[in-house]
């Protein structure tokens, strides 16, 4: 199964998102208010992988605004790994479709990689294999991925502070 999406363009100013670390749980997450005049799902998508990883995107009236990195998959580093710059600023809708009462999370099975810089700050989420995507910044450091077909390919968390040390907590 895959997160059917449709990009939208950007009505207002781009939101800003602060990426925040639990150094008890070593999850990630960051998310933004979405405003949006259309219902659709709020609530949770959890991505989930066969190896365990767990990636949960946070939906508020149908707009992505969020993502939290629960389980991580295996994290490799690309010493040339950078965000792409051809992109477009918009809005990244999941459901098309007021939300059923009741229904505020859905689970989807995908395959989950992750690939980082070698300064931790730009962390690449591949959904599934490796295909053409248009890259759209919903907030200054989430970007989505959607496919030629219209299914969520992808993320680029940018601007991610350093994991804090045992003492900073």
Known sequence: MSIQAHIEPLESKLPALN????PETDIL???FKASRK???????LE??????SVAVVEVSDGVICGLDMVVWPE???APA?????HLTDGRVVVARRP????I?????DATLRITTDPSETVFHLRVGDDRKVELVRIADHLLVEVDDDGYVAGFWLTGVPPFPDAGDA
């Open 19 to 22: 990426w925040r670390w639990d």
């Open 47 to 52: 991505l989930s992988d066969d190896a365990g």
């Open 104 to 108: 505020s999370a859905v689970e989807v």
């Open 29 to 31: 997450s960051g998310a």
């Open 99 to 102: 939300s059923r009462p009741g």
């Open 38 to 44: 259309i219902s659709g799902l709020t609530g949770t």
């Open 81 to 85: 790994l950078a965000v792409p710059t």
């Open 75 to 77: 994290v490799s580093s």
